[in-house]
Nanobody, 122 residues
Framework: QVQLVESGGGLVQPGGSLRLSCTAS????????MGWYRQSPGEERELVAL???????NYPDSVKGRFTLSRDNTKNALYLQMNSLKAEDTAVYYC????????????????WGQGTQVTVSS
């Protein structure tokens, strides 16, 4: 299995920035998509950034222009740069790899990180 370890969450004031990191324990041979999700208490988990296998990125209107997803293949890492943060961005953020194949593991699998808390407040 692949373990995803997230870091970078914390408390930040409105208008501030945070950079979330997600490091995979093993190299990903292939994948359908990679992304970041967030979930607030009582709310559905929401996609906030998506990277397709072809390299295209997609963002919902709520974060478009403020969040940027990037990937470092060498470090097996996925990042989410969050700028101009708002109180509405407060949530637990999760990284995800969908439809991933890894050496030694049959078929494709989806993996989730443990989540990291982001709190935007004065």
């Amino acid at each position: 299995q692949v373990q995803l370890v997230e870091s970078g969450g914390g408390l930040v004031q409105p208008g501030g920035s945070l950079r979330l990191s997600c490091t995979a324990s093993r190299s990903i041979f292939s994948f359908a998509s990679m992304g970041w999700y967030r979930q607030s208490p009582g709310e559905e988990r929401e996609l906030v950034a998506l990277l397709t296998n072809g390299g295209a990125t997609n963002y919902p209107d709520s974060v478009k222009g403020r969040f940027t997803l990037s990937r470092d293949n060498t470090k097996n890492a996925l990042y989410l740069q969050m700028n101009s943060l708002k109180a509405e961005d407060t949530a637990v953020y999760y990284c995800n790899i969908y439809g991933a194949t890894v050496a030694g593991i049959l078929g494709s699998r989806s993996y989730w990180g443990q989540g990291t808390q982001v709190t935007v407040s004065s």
